[in-house]
């Protein structure tokens, strides 16, 4: 079949929702670099002089500019992939590869916020091995999906992935890690404040920090779930809009 015969099979919400991706491409490029600009002094003072030994130093420009370059790709062939005429092998490679971003950054979120709290409990070892369960569970998850595959109507449009029972509970269960990450920093912050020192920086940056990702997870897990269950075409268009919001997060905890 010729390019323009797969066009003319788009429906007009197949076309709604690869002009919602090209929109949150756009405006999550924009403020990665905005985000770089303003936060560059910053960086050079705290993260530049730290000694390249220190995993963090690395995870931060792995945040910084690999999702900043990521998404300069994303834009350069994004309409490319939703013009409708890719065969599905490349929707394949474009699904593996959106998936498995987004599941790194996922990842690097929780394990950023798990050693604050791993720190918050005093290096407790069962706090390590309950919330590492968690994170390596949530990532089967993820590598069970690619392997089985459900996500395979494309119509020659690879950034339309129609969102399936495995997408959702995936999202559940990495809302699920994200409750516990923030039942433990509660329940030690209330027992901080019967102390005396609930009010300690490093208490309160936690707090405050958990509390503002939890929020956010919580809007985005109620988004795709709904989106999900309604079986709209444009549910998965919040992909590129979730990657830089698990990459944004993960570059403030950083």
């Not at 130093?57 to 409708?84: C, P, S």
């Not at 993820?142 to 495995?166: A, E």
Request: proline share 2%.
């Amino acid at each position: 079949m010729s390019p323009s015969g797969l066009n003319q099979t788009i429906s007009p919400a197949h076309a709604a929702a690869a002009r919602d991706v090209c929109y949150h491409s756009i405006a999550s490029l924009t403020f990665l670099v905005w985000y770089a600009i303003v936060t560059l002094d910053d960086e050079v003072q705290y993260i530049w002089t730290m000694r390249n030994t220190n995993i963090f130093k690395w995870v931060y420009f792995f945040l910084r500019y690999v999702v900043i370059l990521a998404h300069v790709t994303h834009n350069v062939f994004i309409k490319q992939l939703a013009d409708g005429s890719n065969p599905p092998i490349h929707c394949t490679i474009w699904f593996i590869y959106s998936l498995g971003f987004s599941q790194v950054l996922a990842t690097l979120l929780e394990l950023i916020l798990a050693t604050r709290v791993f720190a918050l409990y005093n290096r407790s070892r069962r706090i390590a091995f309950l919330v590492l369960i968690l994170i390596l569970t949530e990532t089967g998850g993820s590598v069970r999906i690619l392997w089985q595959q459900q996500y395979t109507d494309f119509h020659g449009m690879c950034l339309l992935i129609k969102g399936s029972l495995g997408s959702k509970y995936q999202t559940i269960f990495g809302f699920i890690i994200h409750c516990t990450l923030i039942g433990l920093t509660l329940i030690k912050y209330f027992f901080a404040l019967r102390a005396g020192w609930g009010r300690a920086p490093l208490v309160s940056l936690v707090v405050r920090d958990n509390s503002t990702v939890y929020a956010t997870i919580l809007f985005l897990v109620i988004s795709v779930v709904i989106m999900c269950g309604l079986e709209r075409e444009r549910a998965v268009a919040i992909i590129l809009f979730v990657i830089i919001i698990f990459g944004a997060m993960a570059l403030l905890m950083a």
